[in-house]
């Protein structure tokens, strides 16, 4: 199993950023799909999650309340690769942005129920991270 973030950059306050998160070496919609973010000296976010396509079903997002109405988390099975489209950048997005993934959508619709990520964060692939800087 393989991830890999790309996307990232410095951009202005306001401006916008697409992250990609490439995958490999699995069945891609079987999967869940999570990004997080660390800042320096801060604690791992959870920044949203959509659940897997297995058995042909719908996926469904979650959204840190940070990031909600500006960021948009989707999938492309087809190409196998995840993307987070980010608006409205401010400079407390700053942060290296990491990708993960895992079978079991628990991880995602427990967020989605409890507000949280940090309620249960433990995917097993990680991908490196790819580093957003938004200057002021």
């Known amino acids: 199993v393989q991830l890999q973030a790309s996307g990232g950059g410095l951009v202005q306050t306001g401006g916008s950023l697409r992250l990609s998160c490439a995958a490999s070496?699995?069945?891609?919609?079987?999967?869940?799909i999570a990004w997080f973010r660390q800042a320096p000296g801060k604690e791992r976010e959870g920044v949203s999650c959509i659940t897997s396509n297995y058995g042909n079903t719908d996926s469904s997002t979650f959204y840190a309340d940070s990031v909600k109405d500006r960021f948009t988390l989707s999938r492309d099975n087809a190409e196998n690769t995840a993307y987070l489209q980010m608006n409205s950048l401010k400079p407390e997005d700053t942060a290296v942005y990491y990708c993960?993934?895992?079978?079991?959508?628990?991880?995602?619709?427990?967020?989605?129920?409890?507000?949280?990520?940090?309620?249960?964060?433990?995917?097993?692939?990680w991908g490196h991270g790819t580093q957003v800087t938004v200057s002021s």
């Open positions: 993960a993934a895992d079978l079991l959508d628990s991880l995602c619709t427990t967020a989605q129920a409890m507000g949280n990520m940090s309620v249960h964060p433990w995917y097993s692939h």
């Open positions: 070496g699995f069945t891609f919609a079987n999967f869940a």
